[in-house]
């Protein structure tokens, strides 16, 4: 808990709709220390409850709007009427910026995700939402939502290929990482042929990129996709006799 405390600080946010300002927690990057990261790229610290992604969210507590730093700065004036009418005008107040649990971090990105939704945000932000929100529901072992959310993340992620909108925020993703993403994605919704096909393309990248790791991450999860491939044919309706 002391740990929890010296590890978060306020940052401030103004609402974009009500243009209230108000503090919401961050965590200090000095604080963490990685203990794993998943293949598609979900990361554990030893300390999961100042895990990042549970502050990524930042919810206006007199309206009700829900945005991280990624969401345009501007709200249009169809967009303000949106939200006016959707969020606010059915809004609590409540605070949402102090520390939280996974459960408190869950309504905040289902807030968000209302909020992209109605104000149009690019489809990389979305997914964004989406998967993260598929993360906190695997670290409650809720595999029922976990897979719900990552298929909808992954049709966002290609929706955001396909519109090039995926270096859109996140200075980290190129398109050799949304490629493997998707593949890996795919994969987890057992949607076999797709992950093979987006694991393929990346793979072209061999030569034509500086990200290695990706590509041996791609051949690793092309060769597991294949697998499981196998598996899920040997699982159908022949095999259900036995
Ligand atoms: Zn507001």
Redesign the pocket.
Known sequence: MIEQVAALYDKKFN?P????SFASKRVRSGSLSMIKRDSDFCTYFKEQSINPILYTVNV?P????AFTELFTERLNPAQKRLVGERI?AKWTPKELGGNRSLSMAAAAYKLAIYAAELTDQVHSVKAGLYLRLAWLYRFTENASEEKRFLQIAVNEYEQSYIHSDYTRGDKEMSEVRVLYLIGELMRRIEQYDKAIQYFSRTLEFRNRTVETGILQMAQDQWAQAREDYKEQQKGLPSAKIS
Do not use: I
């Open positions: 609402c709709y009500c243009e209230n206006c007199s309206c009700g709007f606010a």
